[in-house]
């Protein structure tokens, strides 16, 4: 079992920033894809961004390339996500979660998931 904690959501001004971060502990080798998806009020949960285990590769659904970068510090089972230039359409819960899997970029491929952390974007 792995056990995912987000932290750093909040509200912030259109054009802002913050830096959501999520915890590891417990199997941790079972963390091998780390991902981030949001979950906007009424709308299913999107994939937002991926890295594999080494940082190598990376991905990025299309709304959020050049505005996010997805970072991870295996030494402190943590992983991150850098939002710069935020818009309203960002606002949703974001969930970080977890997959032994080498690489996934959809929902069903991940196993763990963090409880959520709120992120809300005014205009």
């Known amino acids: 079992q792995v056990q995912l904690v987000e932290s750093g959501g909040g509200l912030v001004q259109a054009g802002g920033s913050l830096r959501l971060s999520c915890a590891a502990s417990?199997?941790?080798?079972?963390?091998?894809?780390m991902g981030w998806f949001r979950q906007a009020p009424g709308k299913e949960r999107e994939f937002v961004a991926a890295?594999?285990?080494?940082?190598?590769?990376?991905d990025y659904t299309d709304s959020v390339k050049g505005r996010f970068t997805i970072s991870r510090d295996n030494a402190q089972k943590t992983v991150y996500l850098q939002m710069n230039s935020l818009k309203p359409e960002d606002t949703a819960v974001y969930y970080c979660?977890?997959?032994?899997?080498?690489?996934?970029?959809?929902?069903?491929?991940?196993?763990?998931w963090g409880q959520g952390t709120q992120v809300t974007v005014s205009s």
């Open positions: 417990g199997r941790t080798s079972s963390s091998n894809t």
């Open positions: 979660a977890a997959t032994p899997r080498p690489w996934g970029s959809r929902r069903f491929e991940y196993d763990y």
């Open positions: 890295i594999s285990w080494s940082g190598s590769s990376t």
